[in-house]
């Protein structure tokens, strides 16, 4: 490679150097490798449980892997008879947000497309990260991360308790019907916290939604907190 680019005059250079950042478009030019890159933004992943959350076969599953690892993207390890993938580093969490950020800025179908996702809208009212901070610190709303909990134990919004989707309905004493409670799972595209929001209404819980997730919060520079054994 560096022998070729000795060799080479400026505009075949400046075509190699636009063909590299092109590996990268490509790579997250598919629906489901761009769904790979969130589901990894939540924490390490085998194959299987990839595949499954995106209803997809293995073995297609491991092809998109594989042009996301051609990409540096993503990175795996073998541990026993599995091959956990992981992102290869905080960037590519930030790249998804970018993405999807400056989708939803100029396409109208995406936002009509996000919309159909809520029923109750019960979006947090308009007030900062920090703020939102703040409240969860003092303790005047319940900040609950209805994920799965492998991945609030990977990270998590600081003061935010875990409380799975399918644990809050046996697990609703916890939760006092005397403070607001602001549910956030993977991000603007996660049901979770939409299916969480009804089951809280339901049972007369006054309920936000946060549509941010653990990739936005890191995107924008914010404390996450890790629950894993380092």
């Known amino acids: 490679m560096v022998v070729r680019m000795l060799a080479m005059n400026n505009r075949a250079l400046k075509d190699l150097l636009y063909e590299q950042v092109a590996?990268?478009?490509?790579?997250?030019?598919?629906?489901?490798?761009?769904?790979l890159l969130e589901l990894l933004a939540q924490g390490e992943k085998s194959v299987e449980a990839l595949a499954a959350e995106l209803s997809i076969?293995?073995?297609?599953?491991s092809a998109h892997l594989k042009v996301l690892r051609e990409a540096y993207l993503v990175a795996a390890r073998k541990d026993g008879k599995f091959v956990l993938y992981r992102l290869a580093s905080a960037?590519?969490?930030?790249l998804w947000v970018a993405l999807r950020e400056t989708a939803q800025e100029h396409l109208v179908e995406l936002?009509?497309?996000?919309?159909?996702l809520t029923v109750t809208h019960d979006k947090l009212a308009s007030i900062s990260r920090e703020?939102?901070?703040e409240r969860a610190r003092r303790g005047t709303i319940i900040l609950i991360d209805v994920?799965?909990?492998a991945e609030f134990e990977h990270s998590h919004l600081p003061y935010a308790r875990s409380m799975p989707l399918d644990e809050i309905e046996r697990r609703m004493k916890e939760l006092p019907k005397s403070k607001e409670i602001v549910a956030y799972c993977r991000g603007p595209f996660c049901v979770f916290?939409?299916?969480?929001?009804q089951l809280l209404r339901m049972n007369h819980r006054k309920v936000s939604k946060?549509?941010?997730?653990?990739?936005?919060?890191?995107?924008?520079?914010?404390?996450?907190?890790?629950?894993?054994v380092q």
């Open 193 to 197: 916290s939409e299916e969480a929001a």
């Open 147 to 149: 994920r799965p909990r």
């Open 23 to 35: 590996r990268i478009g490509k790579a997250v030019s598919s629906p489901k490798r761009l769904e």
């Open 131 to 133: 703020q939102l901070l």
């Open 91 to 94: 960037d590519v969490a930030s």
């Open 210 to 228: 946060l549509s941010d997730g653990v990739a936005e919060w890191r995107a924008a520079g914010l404390p996450l907190e890790s629950e894993e």
């Open 111 to 116: 936002s009509m497309a996000v919309n159909a």
């Open 57 to 61: 076969d293995i073995k297609l599953a």
